[in-house]
């Protein structure tokens, strides 16, 4: 009876503790998102663009990449497949634009999602650590084409006020309408695997599920992290949802709840490469150069991850 109590309590919080803030979140960020408010922050990186070497059309693709990760991939594709820009600073614009895709994913995922799964001091942790790894991979890709290609950026972007304007002859409430739509297809995608996975996670831990592992432990984690590894390599936002659960148990600290979740991302590469990294690199590439972007994406990541995750377990 105790401990169906404990469960229910748990998913009591889960309902009115949680699942309304990520409601909110995710509604709102797709809302601001609707009316172009990232593109906002886009003045701020041109000495970045201006330091890499890069050729207005590259700038104008990173720029893209604080809005949409696709759309700037496309953009790139596109320029590639012109002979705009060569392949080697195809390969660096994309890896500049690491830093200003995780400032999009920062408004559209990791403060409406992660946050309100991990807590505040858990989710900022976690932000921190990515913000981090995103730096330095955009760091490394600077570095590169400040040496590697010749300056172009003498040249004035022409459109560059495309993106501008593109938004300024929709009605606001068309924005909001569609921002609104926006969330509630992530919502569906979403929640079903956060019930789901907090469910489980907590009758697991109410009935004591992880006493058998309790001396096997990975990078001195408590055997609980495991948990969150498993539910990780299978879905991301799982991954969070287990991570969460047993944060609001206090069976782990938050730093141990970052540094399996971090874990979680160097194991399941292998999968993300296979699965996300590679196919949609060619889809906009072409075999040879999406899969060279592909590898040096994956290796960037673990390099930095691992680092980051060192650091943290030090």
């Known amino acids: 009876m105790l401990s169906n109590f404990l469960i229910i309590s748990k998913l009591y919080y889960l309902f009115v503790h949680v699942i309304p803030v990520l409601v909110a979140a995710i509604t709102l960020a797709n809302i601001l998102n609707e009316f172009g408010i990232i ?38 594709a596109s320029f590639y497949e012109q002979k705009t820009i060569s392949e080697r600073e195809t390969i660096v614009a994309s890896f500049v634009g690491s830093f200003f895709s995780f400032l999009n994913h920062v408004l559209v995922y990791f403060i409406p999602v992660v946050i309100p799964l991990l807590g505040l001091k858990a989710g900022i942790l976690y932000i921190s650590a990515r913000m981090v790894i995103s730096a330095c991979v955009t760091l490394t890709a600077i570095v590169s084409g400040h040496f590697l290609l010749k300056n172009k950026f003498n040249k004035k972007i022409k459109n560059r006020e495309k993106i501008e304007n593109v938004k300024n002859n929709i009605n606001k409430k068309e924005m909001v309408r569609t921002g609104i739509k926006k969330s509630i297809n992530v919502l569906k995608k979403i929640l079903p695997r956060l019930i789901l996975v907090y469910t489980i996670t907590s009758i697991l831990i109410e009935y004591r599920a992880f006493k058998p592992f309790e001396n096997f432990r990975i990078l001195n984690l408590p055997s609980q992290a495991s948990a969150i590894v498993a539910a990780g390599v299978a879905d991301t936002t799982a991954g969070f949802a287990a991570a969460g659960s047993l944060l609001s148990s206090n069976v782990i600290t938050p730093v141990q709840a970052v540094s399996a979740l971090l ?52």
């Open 263 to 314: 874990l979680t991302s160097i194991v399941s590469m292998s999968v993300i490469f296979v699965r996300h990294s590679l196919p949609g690199r060619i889809a906009y590439f072409g075999v040879k150069l999406g899969f060279k972007i592909a590898i040096i994406s994956s290796l960037l990541n673990i390099v930095y991850t691992a680092l980051v995750l060192a650091f943290l377990l030090h």
């Open 39 to 76: 593109n906002k922050i886009s003045w701020i990186i041109k000495p970045i663009i201006k330091l890499a070497n890069l050729s207005p059309e590259s700038g104008l693709a990173v720029i893209t990449y604080v809005a949409s990760g696709n759309a700037a991939s496309a953009m790139l």
